[in-house]
């Protein structure tokens, strides 16, 4: 099916306020992931993002840079006013289109592999958000523009081209498009980001996305509907006790997906703040010590992925678990194996501190940068 060439202008009675349209359009763009073989290019339907994630890595990066732009929408702040603002980016079909082609005709050569030679609907945001704006005239046009800018940019991807498609999100709103996704064949994946199945979590932490289980109820239907799926455990809170994380994989293993991602909270910017001012506003603690300084962070994100890889073990599950470990725990400066802090407790002779550091330069040269490196260089799973 062909879609109608189509330019949807900004209009201009809209402007500044933080649910608006943004002035550029809508487009596919190489993305900038690294490890996580979720894609090659990223299709982003707006600026900021309505389900307020208080650990989103966004604002660090490519939000805060439109820093001035934003002001003009009455946003002063993007990292501390994330998720109270998204300015959708309108439809441009021929710039689409030239953007389409142009991620079309690279050279799978230059291509890096664990893309799958897919566009993520979205990276930097959610393709399934609702515009939360102040009438309910400007939210009804902001919210069906959103649908008809993303449905005419799959339709757009699956009649003029040979691109593959991973949907990513958090919004059961997803299942409006399910007809569409089906069309794709094995070109397009679904997936969700499930981090628990606990509400009260998710309440701290996504306060503004839809409750964990209705995406597990998405998750189904889609299953249902005979879509390829994948879910994205990501990122696990401190709070994810083994208790919890058994009960996430054990309702996930259900869905047969064919990847799961997993990854702890990294730190970015300020979203180690935005976690704390956000638990303090709802009167409840956080476990923020796993975040006070590199060594607390490197041992809870490395409990968290090394009990997930051994929970997916015994789901057997680890076939199809992909973990996402941040670069930062390569660093051998601040590398403490979790036996080191064991080791860290008890008294030690000068002969026996030489002799674990050299056990330790062994165990971080063949075991553990080996174990990095697996999941670095692992390609994620494509229907075929
Ligand atoms: S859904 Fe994704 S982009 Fe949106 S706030 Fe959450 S983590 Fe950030």
């Not at 940019?153 to 958090?170: F, M, P, Y």
Request: net charge positive; hydrophobic share 35%; glycine share 2%.
């Amino acid at each position: 099916m062909q879609v109608q060439p189509e330019t949807t202008s900004t209009p201009k009675s809209l402007k500044g306020e933080p649910f608006d349209f943004w002035e550029q359009p809508a487009v596919i763009a190489p993305n900038n992931f690294k490890f996580k073989s979720l894609s090659n290019w990223a299709f982003n339907i707006s600026v900021g993002c309505s389900h307020a994630c208080r650990f989103c890595y966004v604002p660090s990066s490519s939000t805060v840079k439109q820093g001035p732009t934003l002001k003009k929408f009455n946003v002063e702040d993007p990292d501390e006013e994330w998720g109270d603002y998204s300015l959708l980016r309108p439809w441009d079909e021929k710039k689409f289109v030239s953007s389409l082609k142009k991620a079309e005709l690279k050279p799978v050569s230059m291509l890096k592999p664990d893309g799958n030679r897919a566009v993520i609907f979205c990276s930097t945001t959610d393709a399934y958000q609702t515009f939360r704006a102040s009438t309910p005239t400007k939210a009804k046009l902001l919210n069906s523009s959103a649908a008809t800018l993303v449905r005419k940019a799959l339709e757009t991807i699956r009649d003029q081209s040979t691109l593959n498609v991973r949907i990513l999100t958090r919004s059961p709103l997803a299942k409006r498009d399910f007809d569409l996704f089906k069309s794709f064949g094995k070109r397009l994946i679904f997936g969700m980001s499930l981090p628990t199945l606990r509400h009260d979590l998710s309440r701290i932490y996504e306060p503004k996305a839809p409750a964990p289980l209705k995406r597990l109820e998405t998750l189904q239907a889609a299953k249902t509907y005979g879509l390829n799926i994948y879910v994205a455990m990501a990122p696990t809170y401190p709070e994810c006790d083994e208790a919890d994380l058994r009960a996430t994989l054990a309702a996930i293993k259900k869905l047969n997906p064919i990847t799961i991602f997993h990854e702890p909270i990294n730190i970015r910017a300020e979203n180690v703040a935005r976690i704390k001012n956000h638990a303090k506003e709802l009167g409840v603690s956080v476990n923020t010590a796993v975040f006070a300084d590199r060594n607390a962070w490197r041992q809870y994100a490395l409990n968290s992925l090394m009990l997930v890889q051994r929970l997916a073990a015994e789901f057997k599950l680890d076939h199809c678990l992909h973990l996402w470990p941040d670069s930062q725990l390569k660093s051998k400066n601040c590398f403490i194996s979790l036996r080191d802090l064991k080791r860290a407790q008890t008294k030690l002779t000068t002969h026996e501190k030489h002799r674990h550091a050299e056990e330790d330069a062994r165990y971080y040269e063949k075991e553990y940068l080996p174990w990095l490196n697996g999941w670095w260089q692992r390609i994620s799973e494509w229907p075929r």
